[in-house]
């Protein structure tokens, strides 16, 4: 209590004809990008937490980190959560193998 008090005001820039549905459409959009995969990546990547900084080590781990979501992301063979096919991968080499299987 007894914080100062902050208002954010986000500004956008469009040369499209929008109306007011289609424009809130895509700011939500942004937010949904958001919150599926920047979350993800920050809480069970621990991204923010990298102390990669010099040269390219943090834009590598950072494509790193989602080729290896986009693997997690298309398993289907058992319903879990991203942590837990991060646990399984870990615990089982076979397992490992087949998320890495690129059929369609």
Do not use: C
């Not at 979501?69 to 870990?90: H, P, W």
Request: proline share 2%.
């Amino acid at each position: 209590m007894g914080g100062k008090r902050t208002v954010e005001q986000p500004y956008y820039l469009s040369s499209l004809p929008l109306d007011v549905a289609t424009f809130a459409r895509a700011v939500r959009g942004r937010w949904n990008v958001e919150n599926q995969l920047h979350w993800v990546l920050d809480v069970w990547f621990r991204e923010d937490h990298s102390r990669a900084r010099t040269g390219y080590a943090a834009e590598n781990l950072a494509t790193l980190r989602r080729l290896a979501l986009n693997f997690l992301k298309r398993e289907r063979t058992k319903k879990r959560g991203i942590k837990g096919y991060q646990l399984n991968a870990g615990w089982d080499h076979a397992y490992l193998l087949r998320l890495f299987n690129v059929q369609s």
